[in-house]
């Protein structure tokens, strides 16, 4: 047991103690008054030491800040312990500079300066100085008009105009965040009320289809449950997590006969993964929360919300249903004793339901102690992620299976409102899955050599851009990171691009399974909105069609990203925006 701490009375010494032994005669007289002239002399120094102290404090915090000294307790470092293949420590040892507002950068409304990008605000009330229109007065032929887009500086103008260098400043047009936007707006052709048409008509759409899905969520009457199953994990504990290694097949070589230890078959999936149900039911478990959450979201139906807490008590915290936190025996591979490190990945959706708790717990009726019991079973989880040997190795991983590990955990520090740890895993990023994982022309290595190589191409985009969506919100810019050879986001994305508008002719690697385009339009429909590509918009109005058109015949799930689109387009980027929705269309 732990022993207490003990209080400030019990460390004071006793009356008893504190009397003074007689000193002097016999008689006891002189001592006395020389006990208690010694008490007089004590008594009056601390009384004149704490005057003291307390003046003094009270005039040191009343200073020029108004505000005495912020205490911070260090947040434990969970990361220092592992090295990466190369060696070098998993902290960035160049952390990049960062806006902290109490460690929650996204609630500092100050950060949302949407005067300094177009001018300020006095340029927004009198447009008359930013004109809207073109100004169509005849220009002389010699004189080039500044590119579209931005300004030449004035040395660029003296080269390229010779004589006319000398021209008066005023004649000159000066580009601004405002002519440029407008001068784009016009151009599209379309009306405002147009604009307001087609934006009602898909957002009624994408909530159709939610709703459409939660209602099917609602109608399953089966348990979601660890227990739920015909065979146990080699502990023997049903309540322990089982899932099968997808890519790894018996051994017909197996010398005893017994098809032990299975063999690896790579972009081969093995049947026998469905007769182990837990990886199924735990990935339908996080969809149905997550769109019956987003379903309660946009028509506030309680009925969506009682099924969630259902859902969530079943998984994780009724005694006869819950799942151990751990995943000690995911992908495991028969004739093994413990599973494989990629089964650490089954769990990485799980930033879904907490998406989904967002809005759940504005229910009324929602039971307050729900959130606060999943919090202990993933404080418990994440312990697990940071300390088991299993977890360790994924965190290493130089492909998809390190990408993911960081999506796992910054998504639950997150819900545990660690945010100190998830901006460290977010800076780390930075180098340990960007700089490593993608070469210079945006091609990556790792997922190259895999079978299904553009899957997995496209698979591990995603995740970066997972990422960097949440980077927006720490304070950690990846979505304009460069790595000392030029490696980027927007490089990797680039590099799948010419092939995505050929049905994949070229693709310079082996590739099993076709090009399937739907999640790379998803990825190329929020890099327009991140960058602004011309190109990318381009490239959605050859693939969306396509992909659009195997929706109608069934080949593959209808669905919508707008809510995506939106909240990319008006949230990423900026201090302020949670993007809860906006994970609905990329992983």
Known sequence: MKKARPNSVSVLPTHSQFKDKPVGSASGAPGNTARWT????????????????????????????????RVTRPEPDFYKDVQLNNGKPYKDANPVPIIDNDNKPWLDPSNNKIGDSIGGAEEVKKPEQEPIIEDKTPKQPEKQQPPAGGSRSGSEQTAEEGDDADTDLDELEVESDVSITSRKRLSTGVTYAQVLASTRAERDYAIALIVKEANQALKSTEVYSVTNKDQTAPSNDIHDYLSLSKYYWPNDKSPTGDFLPYVRRDGHINPEIETVRDYRLLRTMMREVHIMGMA???????????????RLREWFLDEATYMNPNI???????????????????????????DALHYLKQEPSWDPTLIPQLQEWFTRYVRWLETATLAKVERK????????????????YLFLDRIDDAREVARSALENRIDRQILPDGGQPEELERKTSWYYSVFNLQALMTLARWGDDLGVNMWDHEGPKGQSIKKAIDFLLPYSLKNGEGWPVKNLKGFDMTDYLKCLQIAWNIYGDQKYLDAIT????????DMVEGKIKTISTFMCDMSTLMEAGQRGGQGMIWHWCLT
Do not use: W
């Open 38 to 69: 010694l008490r007089r002399v004590i008594l009056g120094a601390g009384g004149l030491l704490f005057v003291y102290i307390t003046l003094t404090t009270i005039f040191k915090s009343s200073s020029s800040t108004g505000r005495s000294p």
């Open 296 to 310: 309660y979201h946009f028509t506030g139906n309680k009925t969506y919300a009682d099924k969630c807490a259902k």
């Open 328 to 354: 000690n025996f995911g992908s495991l591979r028969k004739g093994e004793a413990l599973g494989a490190r990629t089964g650490v990945l089954d769990m990485f959706p799980i930033f879904r339901v907490f």
């Open 397 to 412: 991983g130089n492909n998809n299976h390190g990408t993911y590990y960081d999506v796992q955990i910054i998504g639950i």
């Open 542 to 549: 050859v693939i969306e069609p396509k992909v659009r058109q």
